[in-house]
């Protein structure tokens, strides 16, 4: 795993970003997988100005979300479909046909869920996917005590990640308007993607990222599954790397990647 830490959310935003960035520039018709929740917003805001100013293009780019919530339409404020167009993809040049999101109204949602895997393997796999980390430590909705080996279906949210966010969502206090239920990935169809970028910041995220990088790999803390993959990225802000035992190591570990990275750009330029 390789840990990043940015002195603020705007750099890591800014890194974040720019790994996006990178893997479309690699490959313009890749897969990602993409997150909601406060914490990517501002990477969405930042790869939108690539495309404005730099045209970044995502017209050949397919996109799988994490999650969705039952019971909510696409056209509600609060679901995570209004959430991903309102942020990225209404501002940029992707083609709604590779536009995945989970469908909260589908009718049979169990169904749903199968033709959702069978998509995203249609689609290749998903090359880079974007995470947050919840209070409880899951990745998309696996809540605790997901199996790590779990694939899409229907989760139970817990009353922490209600009131989470009712919190960011629907308002303090609105916790009986938030869906009690979710689709999303399972832990074993975000392992399966070739690379994961895990983010987070702020001070209220430095527990559960130290149990994250550095505690056992356990279904209590789905997002330890991360340890398991053989290419995965979290970055986090100084505030989220706060309870972490190697952060110095961390550093120093990026610092000398990126001054070999320095050496290499020097010896092609001839300097
Ligand atoms: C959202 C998702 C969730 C969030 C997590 C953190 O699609 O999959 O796992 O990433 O709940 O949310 P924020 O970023 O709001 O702290």
């Not at 935003?13 to 690699?26: K, S, V």
């Not at 997150?35 to 100005?49: C, D, H, I, Q």
């Not at 990935?185 to 001070?203: D, H, N, S, Y």
């Not at 990225?233 to 706060?242: G, K, L, M, P």
């Amino acid at each position: 795993m390789e840990v990043i830490i940015a002195k603020d959310r705007t750099e890591l935003a800014e890194i974040a970003a720019g790994i996006i960035r990178a893997q479309i520039l690699a490959k313009p018709n890749c897969v990602l997988g993409l997150a909601t929740g406060s914490t990517p917003e501002e990477t969405y805001a930042r790869l939108v100005r690539y495309h404005k100013e730099e045209g970044l293009s995502f017209a050949k780019v397919t996109t799988f979300n994490l999650d969705e919530y039952i019971g909510l339409p696409p056209s509600h404020e609060q679901s995570y479909y209004y959430f991903m167009h309102d942020r990225l993809f209404n501002h940029v040049d992707i083609n709604e046909e590779n536009v995945h999101v989970p469908m909260g109204m589908a009718p049979d949602p169990d169904a749903f869920c199968k033709w959702y895997e069978e998509q995203i393997e249609k689609a290749g796999g998903i090359d880079l996917q974007l995470l947050g980390i919840g209070g409880d430590g899951h990745i998309a909705f696996n809540e605790p005590g997901s199996s790590l080996a779990s694939r899409t279906r229907v989760k139970t949210l817990t009353e922490q990640t209600i009131k989470d966010n009712a919190e960011l969502f629907f308002g303090k206090g609105k916790e009986d308007e938030v869906p009690k239920f979710a689709i999303t990935m399972g832990v074993g169809t975000i392992l399966e993607a070739r690379r994961l970028l895990l983010i987070a910041f702020g001070k209220r995220k430095a527990k559960i990222v130290k149990q994250l990088i550095e505690g056992p790999v356990t279904s209590m803390v789905t997002a330890s599954a991360l340890q398991l993959h053989p290419d995965a990225i979290v970055v986090i802000d100084e505030e989220a790397a706060a309870e972490l035992e190697l952060k110095d190591y961390y550093k120093w570990v990026y610092k000398q990647k990126n001054a070999e990275y320095q050496k290499t750009l020097d010896r092609l330029a001839g300097r």
